[in-house]
């Protein structure tokens, strides 16, 4: 499941730190966004989601944040942990197809202590 | 464990030849979802099934073709192999209800020499 071979832009991080990975979608019209992390040899591993009805969800230690003025996404951990280093991707839902997801490149984060 | 499993976790095969990857969804999920990870190209989706019938299509090559069985499991056949196929495919299930997020297997590697 890992994406080695990507040019993925890459967010360093210090063990306890809080991380911001961002993501900018397609289509104004998508109405629901997702938040996948994968862990390298594994596949997608669902982390939180979002309507377009709403502007910030929270889960544990994750936040999404959600500005449709500008089609961009967040996904925010908090006290970043070593077990958090992943590739996370960002995914919409496209609105003329209720189930197809659209991922974006994704992003590596690294955690070091 | 999402609950999702594919068969095989490997597979090694020759241009020209084909093969089928084999997907069983959670437990009582009617969508089967296919993906195609590449090296240079992300995720991307290729097909959708929902309860035996084909929904949806994305960029599936001729060369590939999938279906899904009474009792849910789902198969994407790949002939006439060529090295750019060489990838990692996914199988997604999703289940019932229009905000349900997408679980994801642990993926076939595909290798074409």
């Known amino acids: 499941g890992e994406s080695v071979g990507l040019h993925l832009p890459t967010l360093s991080v210090q063990e306890g730190d809080n991380s911001i990975i961002n993501c900018a979608y397609s289509?104004?019209?998508?109405?629901?966004f997702i938040w996948y992390k994968q862990e390298s040899g594994k596949g997608p591993q669902f982390i939180i989601d979002i309507r377009s009805n709403m502007d910030k969800r929270q889960g544990q230690r994750v936040t999404v944040l959600l500005n449709k003025t500008v089609k961009h996404l967040s996904l925010q951990i908090a006290a970043t942990q070593p077990g958090d280093s992943a590739v996370y991707f960002c995914a919409e839902r496209a609105p003329y197809n209720t189930d197809k997801l659209i991922f974006g490149t994704g992003t590596r984060l690294q955690v070091f202590p | 464990d999402s609950g999702v499993t594919q068969t095989p976790k490997h597979l090694i095969t020759a241009t020209g030849q084909r093969v089928t990857l084999r997907c069983s969804p959670r437990?009582?999920?009617?969508?089967v979802y296919w993906y195609q990870q590449s090296l240079d190209q992300g995720l991307q989706f290729l097909i959708q099934?929902?309860?035996?019938?084909?929904?949806a299509k994305g960029n599936i090559l001729e060369r590939f073709s999938a279906q899904q069985f009474p009792d849910l499991h789902s198969e994407l056949n790949l002939s006439s192999l060529e090295l750019g196929d060489s990838a990692l495919y996914f199988c997604?299930?999703?289940?019932?209800?229009?905000?349900?997020?997408?679980?994801f297997g642990p993926g076939t590697r595909l290798t074409v020499l």
């Open positions: 289509n104004s019209a998508s109405d629901y």
């Open positions: 997604a299930s999703k289940g019932a209800g229009s905000y349900n997020e997408q679980f």
């Open positions: 437990s009582g999920d009617l969508s």
């Open positions: 099934y929902y309860n035996g019938e084909e929904r």
